[in-house]
């Protein structure tokens, strides 16, 4: 399940940007997708998760509310859409897929690991 991540770029604060997360496979739409991130200096962190097959979606509090994470089945790819942009988002972007269908917060349940694209964000 190969993952290619992009979307990333230089915006300003209050700025919105959507990543995409595309995956190979039949088998990608199963499991369950994510989201990470790592700032300079700072510790990898789980943002979102979508659970295989279907809708349910999980947040970090912080992140709750202005990111929303969706998946396009027909396109193999997984979205993280991110409003309100903050100074603090700003990191490289990380998208994995596990092999079970339930989403998990911790990243070394995750196998499959997209390339990261940046995020920054300018105030």
């Known amino acids: 399940v190969p993952l290619q991540a992009c979307g990333g770029g230089l915006v300003q604060v209050g700025d919105s940007l959507r990543l995409s997360c595309a995956g190979s496979?039949?088998?990608?739409?199963?499991?369950?997708a994510a989201w990470f991130r790592q700032a300079p200096g700072k510790e990898r962190e789980f943002l979102a998760g979508i659970a295989g097959a279907g809708s349910t979606t999980y947040y970090k509090d912080s992140v709750k509310g202005r990111f929303t994470i969706s998946r396009d089945n027909a396109k193999n790819t997984v979205y993280l859409q991110m409003n309100s942009l903050k100074s603090e988002d700003t990191a490289v972007y990380s998208c994995a897929a596990g092999t079970s269908r339930d989403i998990a917060v911790v990243d070394r349940m995750y196998t499959y690991w997209g390339q990261g694209t940046l995020v920054t964000v300018s105030s």
């Open positions: 496979g039949r088998a990608f739409n199963n499991y369950a």
